[in-house]
């Protein structure tokens, strides 16, 4: 993902999905100022490269959209539990799903797997997340959304460069603009990249000449490889694992040691399997309201890259575990 992860900006259309949109005058935009915007955009994409005969077509009919606006107005407070977190993000029917799509598609797991040093567990567990395996991943026109956004959000100046890098990508001919949809912020597909992720970081995985992260599973699951790894995944290092401590220890929280020393701390691996060699760990509880703890280790940062919610993370690594294990 980009330097500013798309849901610590906004939160993604699914989430959102039954929340009122909430009607005020912000939600009315001036349709002169969003004009001036579409002009300055217009400019700036020629000036970059993007053919006139694409920009053109792509911004000449849009307007501001009074949704996107209300749902960004209606973003809940984030106050969930580590407990709750867990068990609305890793359910068992989530664990099925997943059990099942890994069942039916084990080899293209296991090509990718090899191609890009990320586990199918990863894959799975982001997928799960983003975009229900695909079920959901938003039907806004991304155009729009980033239109809107970029004029009158309270961050302009990253949802004008999406919009820029929207315009490019429909220069290269990646996709058509109808099928350009994602979540009211503009996160496209199923792993819900915002544009200049998918510039840098989406795989044509299947060589069919174009890199389909809407429908194409393989470009799908390759996409999202390829991001960790370029985000310095480590091929063969887990992202943790649970432990058990000793009743009565006191035990240095968020501290980094070599996990040969957390072992003489009595701590023991819970349903995981303990990674080869000495790596470092760091030993990281949720929150005070959950006797879950975890050892984690360099590619849990990595995970995080991808959104930097921990309790993400962390569910990402529990959904893909409990799908593959």
């Known amino acids: 993902m980009p330097s500013l992860p798309r849901r610590q900006i906004l939160l993604g259309a699914a989430a959102l999905a039954t929340v009122p949109p909430r009607s005020n005058a912000a939600d009315r935009p001036d349709p002169a100022r969003f004009r001036a915007f579409l002009a300055s955009v217009a400019r700036e ?17 849009l ?7 209300a749902l960004t ?6 106050t969930e539990t580590w407990d709750t977190y867990r068990a609305s993000h890793v359910s068992a029917r989530r664990v099925a799903q997943g059990q099942a799509l890994f069942t039916q598609d084990r080899v293209l797991f296991d090509a990718i797997a090899t191609q890009y040093g990320v586990p199918a567990s990863v894959l799975l567990g982001i997928w799960g997340l983003e975009s229900n395996y695909g079920a959901f991943s938003g039907n806004f026109p991304v155009l729009r959304a980033l239109a809107t956004l970029g004029c009158y959000s ?18 290269a001919g990646m996709i058509s603009p109808t099928r350009l949809t994602g979540s009211y912020a503009g996160a496209m597909g199923q792993p819900q990249f915002l544009p200049s992720t998918y510039l840098k970081y989406a795989i044509d995985f299947d060589g069919d000449g174009t890199r389909d992260i809407w429908t194409d599973r393989s470009d799908v699951l390759a996409s999202i490889a390829n991001y960790l790894r370029g985000h310095g995944w480590q091929p063969g290092l887990p992202w943790g694992i649970a ?24 701590l023991r691996p819970l349903g995981f ?13 949720p929150d005070t309201t959950t006797s879950d703890l975890f050892l984690l280790f ?5 995970i995080r890259a991808y959104n930097r919610s921990s309790f993400y993370a962390l569910a990402v690594g529990l959904l893909g575990h409990q799908v593959v294990e």
């Open 45 to 61: 994409a020629t000036a970059a490269g993007v053919p006139a005969a694409v920009t053109g077509p792509a911004l000449a009919n």
């Open 63 to 69: 307007t501001p959209s009074a949704r996107v606006l």
């Open 273 to 285: 399997r303990l990674p080869p060699g000495n790596p470092p760990a760091t030993l990281y509880q």
């Open 154 to 171: 309270d961050r302009p100046g990253l949802f004008r460069s999406e919009l820029l890098a929207a315009l490019h990508i429909l220069a």
């Open 298 to 302: 360099t590619n849990f940062q990595v």
């Open 243 to 266: 432990v058990t401590a000793p009743t009565g220890r006191s035990l240095p929280q968020g501290t980094t040691r070599d996990l040969s020393v957390w072992r003489q701390f009595g």
């Open 73 to 78: 107005h209606a973003q809940p407070e984030l």
